[in-house]
């Protein structure tokens, strides 16, 4: 069986939206996507800062390495001039959350924060609840200040690693006593919702390290933890081919990590949620979880229900019921656009019925750990399931197949059976399942 099991590590998506990137069929015209959402009169945006001031080696996101704080004047008023096209489209658009991600949000200045943030107040709704992550090494009261003013209620904080070897061969160092003093500073201005991001797998991590940045997380005590497996990808990624192979933790290595972290977690009263979440049990995500609300998506698990996602800036991602749009990652590109008063949108999906079936037994699993089998129409597939059943990783319990602890760790290898696109076509680089 242990051999069974070692054959379904293997690379698939993390299906943060399904098809995959990679999967989308065309490019959507700016008129197309803007026609497709205009009766739509309530957003979420998701705003990419994509600047930061050093390059953490691990790193796979879109951003920009300058310490040119000039940089951002021009790029502010691209966001702005995007989302007036939005506004044009449809003039009741209102603003459900905002939530701010990166790159590195705090590389804005607290005079930049202030002004994107009046820009956008207008447009926020009174119940709006917005949430930003935040660089422990950029983040300043001042910034606080104004995201607590502009209804910012959730901040997620990078930590990845407390040890001090790790953080110097990821090259982000930023010790604990500096993260101590945000925290204390965080809660003491009443944020409702204080976020960990740790990566699992980095180099130079062993269990030693492992638990001793947990003991130091929990005195922390932060409210959710995302646990994120590191995606080693040195291919695709230039700066991770500095990390020596014999320096990376093998997958062996990383399912105990993931599992004495669980062990930890679940003793000091977290709850696991989905793929790779901790949570309190007061916390939002474990409320929608229970009551079956749970979504996610390119910015993670989430307790919103999100039927229209405008991304804002360069690579973002916007969502609708029924299309996928990324815009450019060329500043120069968008800039051209956004003066002709179009979108520069580069790649998309347009969902086709079957798409969207498979897209909810996903999204299903990944969220609330079960398949429903009378949604499922196919026997190649059932037959797949079967297997994960033998295998221990679901159980069956009448019409639905529940996902075991033991299944956790291989959610998206289950997952990829609903996968039509895995495999075909296109040559695309996954990151191991576990
Ligand atoms: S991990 Fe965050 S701060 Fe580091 S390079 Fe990537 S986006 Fe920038």
Not at 120 to 131: G, I, T, Y
Not at 136 to 158: A, H, M, N, Y
């Amino acid at each position: 069986m242990l051999k069974v099991l070692r054959k379904l590590d293997r690379p698939v998506p993390r299906y943060t939206s399904y098809p995959p990137v990679p999967h989308w069929n065309k490019k959507i015209s700016s008129q197309s996507w803007l026609s497709s959402i205009q009766k739509n009169n309530i957003a979420s945006l998701y705003i990419h800062i994509p600047f930061c001031e050093q390059l953490c080696y691990y790193c796979g996101c879109f951003k920009k390495i300058t310490k040119n704080k000039s940089i951002v004047n021009d790029y502010m008023q691209l966001i702005k001039a995007e989302w007036e096209i939005y506004l044009k489209n449809n003039p009741r658009l209102k603003i459900q959350t905002i939530h701010i991600g990166g790159g590195t949000p705090s590389f804005l200045s607290p005079k930049a924060l202030k002004d994107l943030l009046a820009f956008f107040s207008p447009f926020m709704l009174n119940e709006a609840k917005n949430s930003i992550e935040l660089d422990p090494r950029t983040t300043c009261s001042e910034q606080l200040q104004i995201l607590k003013e502009f209804k910012f209620d959730k901040v997620s904080l990078g930590i990845q690693d407390f040890d001090v070897e790790v953080q110097n061969t990821i090259n982000r160092v930023q010790p604990y006593d500096l993260v101590e003093k945000l925290v204390k500073k965080i809660r003491q201005m009443g944020f409702s919702t204080l976020g960990f991001d740790l990566i699992y797998g980095l180099p130079k991590q062993s269990m030693r390290t492992i638990q001793e940045t947990l003991e130091q997380v929990l005195v922390l005590n932060p409210d959710q933890i995302a646990y994120y497996s590191y995606a080693h990808l040195p291919q695709k990624i230039k700066s991770q081919r500095i990390f020596a192979q014999d320096d990376l933790p093998n997958s062996e290595s990383k399912k105990n990590f993931f599992y004495s972290t669980s062990i930890m977690l679940e003793k000091a009263g977290y709850i696991k949620i989905g793929l790779d979440h901790f949570v309190k049990k007061d916390s939002p995500l474990y409320m929608a979880k229970q009551n079956g609300k749970l979504t996610r998506n390119f910015m993670g698990y989430s307790e919103l229900e999100t039927p229209l996602l405008i991304g804002l800036g360069v690579s973002s991602i916007s969502e609708s019921e029924n299309y996928f749009v990324q815009n450019t990652k060329s500043f120069s590109e968008m800039k051209d656009s956004l003066d002709k008063k179009e979108l520069s949108l580069v790649t998309g999906h347009k969902l086709s019925d079957e798409d969207s079936m498979r897209a909810e037994s996903i999204q299903n699993l990944m969220c609330n750990e079960f398949i429903d089998l009378e949604k499922i129409t196919y026997e190649e597939l059932r037959q797949s399931l079967e297997e994960f059943v033998e295998l221990g990783l679901l159980e069956a319990n009448g019409r639905l197949l529940k996902l075991t602890e033991r299944g956790r760790p291989y959610l998206r290898v289950i997952a990829s059976c609903f996968d039509e696109y895995l495999g075909k076509n296109k040559v695309v680089q996954f990151s191991q399942s576990i």
